[in-house]
């Protein structure tokens, strides 16, 4: 099975238009009616031409569309639909990523659903989606738009810790991920030092939590490294909680156990840059660091980051049409 989503212009407006009757119209009615299903193949063509749209097939054919629809500093999602066919194959999920993907570089991605629609309010939910406006029977639901950071060495891996620690105040989660090696720890290195808190940052290779005092007016930092935790339920047998309304919480090995912790959390993933890796390792130079470039993806998840910049309509086009 092979899955596909590409970017489309106004020469896809007829697919583009025959997936959303088709998904639209297999849905139960709705009152007022979707827009989606008024649209005409005209209107679709000339949404395209302002700023595109993406396409996903299955082995071939079209199942699942989207519109993009720049406004500001973010995307609109519109039109998303999978036709039913095709539901259930991670036709959505791939539709979303590639929505992100095309919306890099701008600071969200917005979406309007119906609150009848409880399922579809639940999809986005779980996309780390938050309910930002209410005016029935329309939810508006926000996500922001992870950034992208290139760093090459270590100490710029300690200077992205310091500037993300800027914008961290106490009862805030940080979920750290990445191979071995990736960086985690000078990460926290430099955010911990940015925080002004006491002790050395180091890998917990025995301790599974440490706490770091407050050095001033600033948050403690409590510094978890979960990777010999086996689930949620033993990072929950540390007791956390009591530290965690004060502190700043930065987790290693966080994902898949540490989201429980708090209703948002900055995600930070850590990986080698790809093609980079040869470059510099094994040079030998004296005092040089092996040059290992990392790529880190910040995103902000949940209420706590949820103002995500004005919806006002600029016009202006962030989103390239692709054809
Ligand atoms: N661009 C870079 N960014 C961060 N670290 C780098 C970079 N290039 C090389 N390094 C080196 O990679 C190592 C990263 O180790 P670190 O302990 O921070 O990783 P970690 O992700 O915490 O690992 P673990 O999973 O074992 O806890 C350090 O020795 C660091 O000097
Ligand atoms: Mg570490």
């Avoid at 649209?39 to 199942?63: C, F, H, N, Q, Y």
């Avoid at 979406?111 to 009848?116: D, L, S, T």
């Avoid at 930065?250 to 994902?255: I, L």
Wanted: charged share 25%.
């Amino acid at each position: 099975m092979s899955l596909s989503v590409r970017r489309v212009g106004p020469s896809s407006a007829a697919t583009v238009h025959a997936l959303i009757q088709e998904a639209f119209g297999s849905r139960p009615p709705l009152d007022p009616p979707a827009d989606a299903l008024s649209d005409t193949v005209e209107a679709i063509a000339t949404r395209l031409a302002l700023s595109g749209g993406l396409l996903a097939k299955l082995d071939g054919e079209p199942v699942g569309t989207l519109l993009l629809e720049p406004v500001g500093d973010g995307v609109y999602i519109r039109r998303f639909c999978v036709v039913s066919a095709a539901r259930g194959t991670g036709v959505a999920q791939a539709m979303v990523q590639a929505a992100t993907e095309a919306a890099r570089g701008t600071s969200w991605l917005r979406i309007v659903a119906r609150e009848e629609l409880p399922r579809t309010i639940a999809f986005w939910a779980r996309r780390g989606f938050v309910q930002t406006d209410r005016r029935s029977p329309y939810v508006e639901m926000v996500r922001p738009v992870p950034s992208f950071h290139e760093v090459p060495t270590p100490e710029a891996m300690r200077a992205l810790g310091a500037e993300v620690a800027e914008e961290l105040q106490p009862g805030d989660l940080v979920l750290l991920t990445g191979e071995l090696g990736a960086g985690k720890t000078t990460f926290t290195q430099g955010l911990g030092a940015a925080l002004g808190v006491e002790g050395r940052i180091t890998s917990p290779t025995f301790i599974i939590a440490r706490e770091h005092a407050a050095g001033g007016d600033g948050p403690e930092l409590v510094h978890v490294d979960a990777y010999r935790l086996g689930s949620a339920a033993e990072l929950d047998d540390l007791d956390l909680d009591a530290a965690l309304e004060e502190a700043v919480t930065v987790v290693e090995w966080g994902e898949g156990k540490a989201e429980g912790l708090a209703e948002s959390r900055m995600q930070v993933r850590i990986t080698r840059t790809p093609g980079a890796s040869d470059t510099g390792a094994g040079s030998g130079a004296e005092g040089a660091e092996e040059l290992e470039p990392r790529t880190v993806e910040i995103t902000r998840l949940g209420p706590r980051w949820a103002r995500y910049g004005h919806a006002e309509p600029t016009g202006r086009l962030t989103v390239e049409p692709a054809d």
